[in-house]
């Protein structure tokens, strides 16, 4: 629960530091003649909305670019080294072991 409250705020503290580096609000304090602090903002709603959409056109072109250089890539170059069909070994009529006494008794390949 701690975790999940830590990342809530830390999405509310990067989405305000974003929002004010864009220029999506600007936040005003004044000091009134009795000392106290008033604080004045102001939303430009309509930047927020352009940024977003814009942004989010960027991020569709990017995942679309890459998703293409990836399926020109699996065409291109098809996998190397992929194996072929599995075949189980033969045995002879009338051995007692069947394919795994083929296997143990006969003798090693020779090192490439």
């Not at 600007?26 to 009795?34: A, D, G, K, L, M």
């Not at 960027?58 to 020109?72: L, M, N, P």
Request: glycine letters at 12%.
């Amino acid at each position: 629960m701690r975790n999940l409250l830590a990342l809530v705020g830390a999405l509310v503290i990067g989405f305000a530091g974003v929002g004010w580096y864009m220029g999506w609000y600007t936040v005003h304090f004044t000091r009134t003649p009795e000392g106290t602090i008033h604080v004045d903002g102001d939303v430009n709603a309509k930047k927020v909305t352009e940024d977003t959409s814009n942004g989010a056109k960027q991020v569709e072109a990017f995942i679309g670019s890459q998703a293409q250089k990836a399926q020109q890539g699996a065409e291109v170059n098809p996998p190397a080294n992929t194996p072929g069909p599995i075949t189980t070994p033969k045995t002879e009529a009338g051995k007692s072991g069947g394919w795994f006494d083929t296997i143990i008794n006969s003798p090693p390949a020779a090192p490439k």
